[in-house]
Each structure stands twice: as structure tokens, then as C-alpha cells.
């Protein structure tokens, strides 16, 4: 099975800040098969980011997804109260896993 | 748009059989496809559980292999998980989702649905 790892687990920080998301894999992933996921309390996840750097239908363009090989970011440039829920990376190789997920909360 | 709904008993005893179903509205299952089902135990992160194309072909997750079950019912555009020998660590919110067949995302959710294990 293939680990992902994202770090920090929880990010605290205020509105209009820069958040900086982290997903790591311990073999190499395809870019192709490297997705995030948004969750809020209550909510299903939603898709945010696929082929790690292409945004999903109707995500606003402060979302971003770079990285190749096994380290993956998610950057949202600048948080809106929205924004604050926690974020999941997934891969899709031999099998499928989710990341443990990064909690953004309001500081 | 595809939508997807979720729907089963809420609780199931210990040692019992999990069963729950996803209808697909607003598309056809038949589409090239993968059907996903996804559960999250309380408080915790998403696990994937597996998936079923059209054809009938699946693929699981291989620590829950053993237990789980997926069907598909292309007459009543549905898809289905059994999951045997249930304890109170599959207590959990049960997803089901599409997943788009080129990038391998989950691009459409169910709203999901509460299972607990429990005498």
C-alpha cells in the first residue's frame, strides 16, 4: 500500500494569509493520479485539484497544486472564511489511499 | 448532472452484514466509469473501500478485501457494498462516488450516510 503522508496535521492561520500544504508519498506517484480534496463538518469532500496542478470545475484560481514524484503541495494564496476545513490528498497506483488530511483552522 | 444517494440500514449488529446502495440519477452507470464506495470512521480520515466498473469488473482495497462486496444493478442504475463480519470499527460515514476514469479523481460524491455497529 502506498502511504501518503501530509503535513502539517493541523495549520492555524487567519484570513488573507498564504497557507501551505504538504503530501508526501514514500514511492513515487504519477502526477496524473495525484488529487486534493476539500472537507467541511457535515459535508462529502470535494474535489479541488487533479493531475496535481489542475483545478477542478468551479475552484477558485487561489488554489493551487505543484510537485512531482513524492512531494505534492497545495497552496491556497490567500484564505478566505471559507477556506477554513481540512484537506485530503489522494493517489491512484496499484491501489488507491488518502492522505491523513491537513486541518486549516482559524487562528 | 450525476447526482448519487446513499441508502441502508444505520445501525447493523456485530458479527452481521453490512449492506448498503447507491442510486444514480441524472447518468447512466453504464458510463466508462469507475463506481467508488469511501468511508470515513468518526473523527477520523477517508479510507477507500472499492470500486466497480459497469462491466462488473471490481478492485478493493486490500485490507478489507476479504470482507467486501460490490455489485452493480445496471437495470436500476445502482451499485451496492457488502461488507461481512462487521465489528464496531466499521462504524463510519459510507460514501459512495464517482470516479473519473482518466485522472482517477472522485469528481461527484453521495452526501453520505452514518452506519454504527452496535448490539
Known amino acids: 500500500e502506498l502511504v501518503l503522508t501530509q503535513s502539517p496535521g493541523t495549520l492555524s492561520l487567519s484570513p488573507g494569509e498564504r497557507a501551505t500544504l504538504s503530501c508526501r508519498a514514500r514511492?513515487?506517484?504519477?502526477?496524473?493520479?495525484l488529487a486534493w480534496y476539500q472537507q467541511k463538518p457535515g459535508q462529502a469532500p470535494r474535489l479541488l485539484i487533479y493531475?496535481?496542478?489542475n483545478r477542478a470545475t468551479g475552484i477558485p484560481d487561489r488554489f493551487s497544486g505543484s510537485g512531482s514524484g513524492t512531494d505534492f503541495t497545495l497552496t491556497i494564496s490567500r484564505l478566505e472564511p471559507e477556506d477554513f476545513a481540512v484537506y485530503y490528498c489522494?493517489?491512484?497506483?496499484?491501489?488507491?489511499?488518502f492522505g491523513g488530511g491537513t486541518k486549516v483552522e482559524i487562528k | 448532472q450525476v447526482q448519487l444517494q446513499e441508502s441502508g440500514p444505520g445501525l447493523v449488529k456485530p458479527s452481521g452484514t453490512l449492506s448498503l446502495t447507491c442510486g444514480v440519477s441524472?447518468?447512466?452507470?453504464?458510463?466508462?466509469?469507475?463506481w467508488s464506495w469511501v468511508r470515513q470512521p468518526p473523527g477520523k480520515g477517508l479510507e477507500w473501500i472499492g470500486e466497480?466498473?459497469?462491466?462488473?469488473?471490481?478492485n478493493y482495497n486490500p485490507s478489507l478485501k476479504s470482507r467486501a462486496t460490490i455489485s452493480v444493478d445496471k437495470s436500476k442504475n445502482q451499485f451496492s457494498l457488502k461488507l461481512s463480519s462487521v465489528t464496531a470499527a466499521d462504524s463510519a460515514i459510507y460514501f459512495c462516488?464517482?470516479?473519473?476514469?482518466?485522472?482517477?479523481?472522485?469528481?461527484?460524491w453521495g452526501q453520505g450516510i452514518t452506519v454504527t455497529v452496535s448490539s
Open positions: 466497480i466498473y459497469h462491466s462488473g469488473s471490481t
Open positions: 462516488a464517482r470516479v473519473e476514469d482518466y485522472y482517477y479523481t472522485m469528481d461527484v
Open positions: 493531475g496535481a496542478s
Open positions: 489522494q493517489q491512484y497506483g496499484s491501489s488507491l489511499t
Open positions: 514511492q513515487s506517484v504519477s502526477s496524473t493520479y
Open positions: 441524472g447518468g447512466s452507470i453504464s458510463r466508462s466509469n469507475w
